[in-house]
């Protein structure tokens, strides 16, 4: 799998959008980009993934540049509840064994 | 109503005793997982069963044994357990191998090893 490249930690304004980036230089045609994020003491949470396009859903926007080399998730109105830990992590589809590889992550810390 | 739970949230525990972690899924998915999440907080994969056969088995000590008696459980195992062995342990379910499924992790068992 492509290795993923994302700040250690982050702050965002409660109600502001929060841009969290992601560089994936190494991305290959077949490799999905995956966002998941992990708040303190509980298990990781899907959040959205995107192959070419960009994708949103009821929580997040995912940005993927053309080249894919980098993507942005965007949280578009913070709130505390969103502090976690942001894994981006890029999956190749191989048969029958494709396990999330979960790196350090940005640590999203949403300020009052 | 729970997607993925886990029993027990804690479990405290001596050297050299066997323990067991249970896991299960009411999403209907067909591949389970678990993994590991080290006091550095780097989570690894452990295992991974699809329709309760082993397709993923990585470097884990031959001590942790999962076993799935069906497609909605997968329990772990631990045999002569080691100082080494404390951590979280998070089991994961999806609707089937590969991509583009998302995989949706139980809340944690915090194992602590005394």
């Known amino acids: 799998d492509a290795k993923t490249t994302q700040p250690t930690s982050m702050d965002c304004a409660e109600g502001r959008a929060a841009n969290l980036p992601c560089n994936h230089s190494?991305?290959?045609?077949?490799?999905?980009v995956y966002w998941y994020r992990q708040i303190h003491s509980q298990g990781p949470q899907y959040i959205i993934h995107?192959?070419?396009n960009n994708e949103t859903n009821e929580m997040a926007s995912l940005i993927i540049t053309e080249d894919r080399k980098s993507s942005t998730l965007i949280l578009p109105h913070a709130t505390l509840r969103d502090t976690a830990v942001y894994y981006c992590?890029?999956?190749?589809?191989?048969?029958?064994?494709?396990?999330?590889?979960f790196g350090k992550g940005t640590r999203l810390s949403v300020i009052a | 109503d729970t997607a993925v739970s886990q029993t027990p949230k804690y479990l405290v525990t001596q050297m050299g005793n066997d323990k067991s972690i249970k896991c299960e899924q009411n999403?209907?998915?067909?591949?389970m997982y678990w993994y590991k999440q080290d006091s550095k907080k780097f989570l690894k994969i452990m295992f991974s069963?699809?329709?309760?056969?082993?397709?993923i088995n990585e470097t884990v000590p031959n001590r942790f044994s999962p076993k799935s008696p069906d497609k909605a459980h997968l329990n772990l195992h631990i045999n002569s357990l080691e100082l080494g062995d404390s951590a979280v342990y998070f089991c994961?379910?999806?609707?089937?191998?590969?991509?583009?499924?998302?995989?949706?992790f139980g809340p944690g068992t915090r194992l602590t090893v005394t």
């Open positions: 994961a379910s999806s609707p089937g191998v590969g991509l583009p499924y998302e995989q949706y």
């Open positions: 190494t991305i290959s045609g077949n490799e999905y």
């Open positions: 995107g192959l070419k």
């Open positions: 992590i890029v999956r190749v589809e191989i048969s029958g064994n494709t396990p999330l590889v």
């Open positions: 999403l209907g998915h067909d591949t």
């Open positions: 069963y699809n329709n309760k056969e082993l397709i």
